[in-house]
């Protein structure tokens, strides 16, 4: 098994929206906002390459949007998915597997593209099994009104209307293992309803992909929840569940969103876990 960390591309956002009810002058330490309150996120994606098999893991936003789209997100940097790809040695015809976390348009939007003549929508992916689960499927194409500006009909539905589409057995516990990709996943619905993180088994080692439930590293306080989660007072427990099992199982963590760190190690301390280390995809890949 190899393993790629694939840069789909860089945004902003509110550093509020991202911390909720913690104050600026907590959070911009380890997270600094610029003159407009705007702090700087990634799109960072997992390929795995297993066998005969490549797993991307989400997508990003992908650039189907409209300008003024993109305008509300403050795009920054070169990241691509497509050149990220490349530089891995890949190209996206050659991806089996598209997983995703959850379909928030962030995390899905690079999954579909125009057609040719921008009449409609295709999987970018034309070779790919799509992978989500059946509750959140359902959550995703009859949105609540929280939520209904993240799951945006042309980065859905056109994953049904190839066929493509595939679903992940759910289980009674929060920890799905031996799933059909290969890895275990652990199942949270905090943020949004059955988001699905991928626990990767690498050189001995297990490695998780933090998707939304651990934003950034400076999200490792309990009470630190964004302000998009639907079910903030979920998200706390099973941020502390989550992180107990980290700690228990010695893991990586890869975080998805965190411009500046891409993987980290938790540690327990009077305060609560925290923060080990940091290091780069490249010092564990």
């Not at 309803?193 to 626990?199: T, Y």
Request: proline share 4%; charged share 20%; glycine share 8%.
């Amino acid at each position: 098994m190899k393993l790629h960390s694939i840069e789909a591309g860089n945004f902003k956002l509110d550093g509020g929206a991202m911390f909720g009810v913690v104050p600026k002058t907590i959070w911009n330490k380890t997270n600094p906002a610029d003159e407009n309150n705007l702090i700087e996120m990634a799109a960072r994606c997992l390929l795995v390459e297993d066998g005969n098999r490549l797993i991307l893991i989400d997508t990003g936003m992908g650039d189907k949007q409209s300008e003024k789209f993109f305008g509300y997100y403050h795009l920054w940097g070169s990241h691509s998915l497509d050149s990220s790809l490349a530089k891995a040695g890949f190209h996206r015809d050659d991806v089996t597997d598209v997983f995703l976390t959850h379909l928030h348009f962030d995390h899905s939007g690079g999954a579909i593209q125009w057609n040719s003549d921008k009449t409609g929508y295709l999987p970018a992916f034309k070779n790919a099994k799509y992978w989500t689960n059946k509750n959140h499927w359902k959550w995703a194409v009859t949105p609540n009104s929280r939520e209904k500006a993240s799951f945006l009909p042309e980065n859905i539905l056109p994953m049904q209307e190839s066929g493509q589409l595939n679903f992940v057995g759910l289980s009674d516990s929060n920890l799905i293992t031996n799933s059909e990709l290969g890895f275990d996943i652990f199942l949270v619905d905090g943020h949004t309803e059955k988001m699905m993180i991928p626990i990767i088994e690498y050189k001995g080692r297990k490695i998780v992909f933090a998707a939304d439930l651990l934003p950034t590293a400076g999200h490792l306080p309990i009470p630190y929840v964004m302000g998009y989660d639907t079910r903030p007072l979920l998200t706390m427990p099973e941020k502390e569940t989550f992180l107990k099992f980290v700690l228990e199982n010695d893991m990586f963590v890869m975080l998805e969103h965190d411009a500046h760190n891409q993987i980290i190690t938790v540690e327990q301390t009077e305060r609560g876990i925290r923060l080990k280390n940091v290091l780069d995809c490249s010092d564990v890949f």
